[in-house]
């Protein structure tokens, strides 16, 4: 069974500090993660992209990939109350070039 | 560009009911998907379709039924709806794109909330 884990919070944090966001999958294999954010009634929107080892920064995004831990994270810096939503974490297992794995979510909570 | 568009946005249907979601898409995307998404429980895959002309069997497939009709859209119908189907529906594509296929970037519409009495 290929999973995706998140914890589904809430994650509170002060407006100004530096949001951090966990994800852990099964599947040793899998090569594209993705961080989608989703605001309460919207859809989910792509924020971010990560397909090797490291960090990917845009703009006040960090998206961080441990192949070897399976693990991808997601910080947010200089948090802003804008940031309240949850976020989605995917993931593309090695046997599919299309179909993505998901987490439930991680509901997030800026506080000003 | 408009991107993934799905009508129609609310929709409340009788037990046994028929209807068809539909969802078009302006990004020249080669692949589609439908999904359902209820509370805490995530998205979860019903259908997609990896080009034009073909059709596969998500993770909760029962109940439904897909059309591709082209390149550009997706349908997603219901034949007789049943309370455990109300749910919120989306649509989205995905290219590939940094043309390689893996990279498997998916694009959302708006949604349909649906409910069934």
């Known amino acids: 069974q290929k999973e995706v884990e998140q914890n589904s919070g809430p994650l509170s944090v002060p407006e100004g500090a530096i949001a951090s966001l966990n994800c852990t999958y099964s599947d040793r294999g899998s090569q594209s993660f993705f961080w989608y954010r989703q605001y309460s009634g919207k859809s989910p929107e792509l924020i971010m992209s990560?397909?090797s080892n490291g960090d990917k920064e845009d703009g006040r995004f960090t998206a961080q990939l441990n192949k070897a831990s399976q693990y991808v994270s997601l910080l947010i810096r200089d948090s802003q109350p804008s940031d309240s939503a949850t976020y989605l974490c995917?993931?593309?297992?090695?046997?599919?070039?299309?179909?993505?794995?998901w987490g439930a979510g991680t509901k997030l909570i800026i506080k000003p | 560009n408009a991107g993934v568009t799905q009508t129609p946005k609310f929709q409340v249907l009788k037990t046994g009911q028929s209807m068809t979601l539909q969802c078009a898409q302006d990004m020249n995307h080669n692949s589609m998907y439908w999904y359902r998404q209820d509370p805490g429980m995530g998205l979860r895959l019903i259908y997609y379709s990896a080009s034009e002309g073909t059709t596969d069997k998500g993770e909760v497939p029962n109940g439904y039924n897909v059309s591709r009709l082209n390149k550009r859209e997706f349908s997603l119908r219901l034949e007789s709806a049943a309370p455990s189907q109300t749910s919120v529906y989306f649509c989205a594509s995905s290219g590939p794109s940094s043309g390689a296929a893996r990279y498997n970037e998916q694009f959302f519409g708006p949604g349909t909330r649906l409910t069934v009495l």
């Open positions: 990560i397909y």
């Open positions: 995917a993931v593309n297992p090695p046997d599919s070039n299309y179909q993505l794995i």
